[in-house]
């Protein structure tokens, strides 16, 4: 019994030390990862159009509100949504050269200084019923009206663009993201854009 005891108290003791060694070396693999600063930042200012005052009183801008808007610009373009899809196996040749739209978030902003918010709505643009890792939703701008809210500026930036957030301090509207490169599953850089 005495043998055990101390055979188990020198497994203790050896197991503590690979645990503290072990750690010691999670550490070393940390220290040795390249900083973020190693990634540079472009700085640029994207200067929109279609953007104007509007005496709009209608509800405020929210996710469904935005989600509609967005299905029924589309729709007028003869898109489906992710609403109307028909099923797989009843896609015919000329509906599988047709696009799909689908509402993915918006980052609300106001860009036309009134009481409306407006936003920066981003959506995925796909071949109906597609699927894949390296889909990158496409954005616009989805803006108050005297008529109500439109999408203006489709596309005003890549879709390769991934945005963070976007910041709206004392009129000065900037977007915080990254140039994202799928297939090698990298940040190319950080970018901050200005919108004017």
């Not at 690979?18 to 999670?26: L, P």
């Not at 009134?114 to 954005?139: F, R, V």
């Not at 994202?180 to 950080?190: A, F, I």
Request: hydrophobic share 35%.
């Amino acid at each position: 019994m005495k043998n055990y005891i101390i055979l188990m108290t020198v497994f203790l003791l050896t197991s503590c030390d690979n645990k503290t060694a072990n750690k010691q070396g999670d550490t070393s693999v940390i220290q040795n990862l390249p900083e973020a600063n190693s990634i540079p930042t472009i700085d640029t200012t994207i200067i929109l159009t279609k953007i104007v005052k509007s005496n709009f009183n209608g509800n405020n801008l929210s996710d469904s509100i935005a989600k509609k808007i967005l299905y029924t610009y589309f729709k007028n373009k003869g898109y489906y949504n992710s609403d109307n899809l028909p099923d797989l196996d009843k896609l015919t040749d000329a509906d599988n050269n047709k696009l799909s739209v689908s509402f993915n978030e918006i980052f609300i902003t106001e860009l036309n200084g009134n009481k409306n918010d407006d936003a920066i709505i981003s959506y995925w643009l796909t071949p109906p019923h597609a699927n894949g890792h390296c889909w990158q939703p496409h954005k616009a701008i989805i803006l108050d009206t005297d008529k109500g809210y439109t999408i203006t500026n489709e596309d005003f930036i890549p879709d390769n663009f991934a945005i963070d957030s976007v910041l709206n301090k004392e009129g000065q509207v900037t977007i915080y993201g990254y140039d994202y490169d799928c297939g090698n599953h990298k940040v190319l850089k950080y970018i901050r854009a200005r919108i004017k």
